[in-house]
């Protein structure tokens, strides 16, 4: 039952590998997202995807790719993987027309790059 | 860039008092302004929203207040439980595709 879910909850790799997110949301929701929370907390959004068109790619590194085969999904695919990606990665979506209000996060997927 | 500030970045309140959380916003053209609770461990949830053509909007024991002309808005939880204990951040809107700017966060801490 769980609005937007995502897979894997943790995901623990080396340097250098390429590893992917899956996200899915069964609210019906046009818009989905990806977001990136650092050691600190801080949450920035990385991707806006709407009716599966990419709307918002905030200045993220071209190893980081997000697919939307329909509206319902939203995977991450990193390359090449850095240090720096070790963060907890959110899915979430919108219901309403107006992107980015009434954000529903998924639970959150752990990177620790090692 | 456009930026959200937030303060205290630390509250810790007895259970009953009063909590407030500021934050400041430098774009003068946001017009939408969340607030999400994230339990330890949880995902952000969404507690409360306003937009900038209202001053004051209240839901039961939490209620924000925003001053457009100062570029400021205010959370207020009154009458705090220790359920109430998590990190709280507040949002802005900006820009064309009403990007959301996220402040650093206010980790509040509710003793029984």
């Known amino acids: 039952d769980t609005a937007v879910s995502q897979t894997p909850k943790y995901l623990v790799t080396q340097m250098g590998n390429d590893k992917s997110i899956k996200c899915e949301q069964n609210l019906g929701h046009d818009t989905m997202y990806w977001y990136k929370q650092d050691s600190k907390k801080f949450l920035k959004i990385m991707f806006s995807y709407n009716n599966k068109e990419l709307i918002i790619n905030e200045t993220v590194p071209n190893r980081f790719s997000p697919k939307s085969p329909d509206k319902a999904h939203l995977n991450l695919h990193i390359n090449s993987l850095e240090l720096g990606d070790s963060a907890v990665y959110f899915c979430?979506?919108?219901?309403?027309?107006?992107?980015?209000?009434?954000?529903?996060f998924g639970s959150g997927t752990q990177l620790s790059v090692l | 860039g456009e930026n959200v500030e937030q303060h205290p970045s630390t509250l810790s309140v007895q259970e009953g008092d009063s909590a407030v959380i500021k934050c400041t916003y430098s774009d003068s053209a946001s017009n939408y302004f969340p607030w999400y609770k994230q339990e330890l461990g949880k995902r952000p949830q969404l507690i409360i929203d306003?937009?900038?053509?209202?001053g004051e909007k209240k839901d039961q024991r939490i209620a924000v207040t925003l001053n457009k002309t100062a570029k400021h808005f205010s959370l207020h939880i009154t009458e705090t439980q220790p359920e109430d204990s998590a990190v709280y951040f507040c949002a802005g809107s900006s820009g064309g595709y009403n990007k959301l700017i996220f402040g650093a966060g206010t980790r509040l801490a509710v003793h029984p």
């Open positions: 979430a979506s919108s219901p309403t027309d107006v992107l980015n209000e009434k954000l529903f």
């Open positions: 306003i937009r900038s053509n209202v």
